[in-house]
C-alpha cells in the first residue's frame, strides 16, 4: 500500500462515485460493442492531480458486468490508495499518458480491428490516416485533410519499459491522440471520459475502415 492517504472528503467521495458510474457506463457500452472481450482493456480517470489520485478498472475485470467495487484509486506510482483488487500491469500506461499529454481519462480497448492493424503495420512503427471525414471527431483536427499519425510499439510484458517508449514517443509527439501496441490494442485519451469515449469511437472506426479496405483490394 501506498504511505500516501487519500483525505476522504463528502466532496471528494461524490466526484469518486460519479466518475466510478462513467466508467461502469462506459465499460458496459464498449463492452456491448465488442471492444472489451474477456476481461481485456482498462478505464480510468483522473480525480485529483496534486497529489495524483486515478480511478481505474481493477485487473480482471469483466467490462460488461462491473460495478463500484471494481473500480480503484490509485496513485502516480501505480499503487492501491482505495479499493480492494489489483490495478493492471497496464496502469503504467496510463500513468505515462497523465503525465505527458493533456488528458484526464483514457480508454484501452483490445478490439478486433486494432488486434489486426497493429501486428500488420508494426513494420512500419505507424498506421497513417488522411482524407476521412471523422478525423474531425479528433480534438484539435479541423478537417478531413488532417495527417493522424497513429503510432505502434511493440508490446511487452515489460510495463516499465515499454511506458518509457511510450513517454518518450508522447513528449516528441504532443498533438498525438491514441496509440497501438502490436497485436494488443489501442489507447487514447482526452480532457474528460465523454471526450476520450469521442476519440476511441473514431479511431476505432477509423481503423476498421483501413482494414476493410485493404481487405477490398486484394
Ligand atoms: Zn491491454
Known sequence: MSDYKRQITIQSDLEFK???????????????????????????????????????????????????????????????????????????????????????SIIHTHSIWSTILSRRYLSEGFVELNGYEMLKALEGNTTHNENEILPVFENSQDMVELSKKVSKYLIE??????????????????????????????????????GREISLER
Open 18 to 104: 460519479k466518475i466510478t458510474d462513467d466508467i461502469i457506463k462506459v465499460g458496459n457500452k464498449l463492452y456491448s460493442r465488442g471492444l472489451l472481450y474477456a476481461t481485456s482493456g482498462n478505464i480510468s480517470s483522473v480525480l485529483k492531480y496534486d497529489p495524483l489520485e486515478l480511478a481505474i478498472t481493477a485487473s480482471g475485470v469483466d467490462k460488461g458486468n462491473m460495478d463500484a467495487k471494481n473500480v480503484l484509486i490509485v496513485d502516480s506510482s501505480g499503487e492501491v490508495i482505495e479499493g480492494n483488487g489489483k490495478p493492471s500491469a497496464e496502469t503504467l500506461l496510463h500513468l505515462a499518458v497523465i503525465r505527458n499529454m493533456k488528458a484526464k
Open 173 to 210: 509527439h504532443p498533438k498525438s491522440h491514441g496509440f497501438l501496441l502490436s497485436g494488443h490494442g489501442l489507447y487514447t485519451w482526452g480532457k474528460n471520459l465523454s471526450e476520450a469515449m469521442r476519440s476511441l469511437e473514431a479511431i476505432e472506426f477509423l481503423l476498421e475502415i483501413r
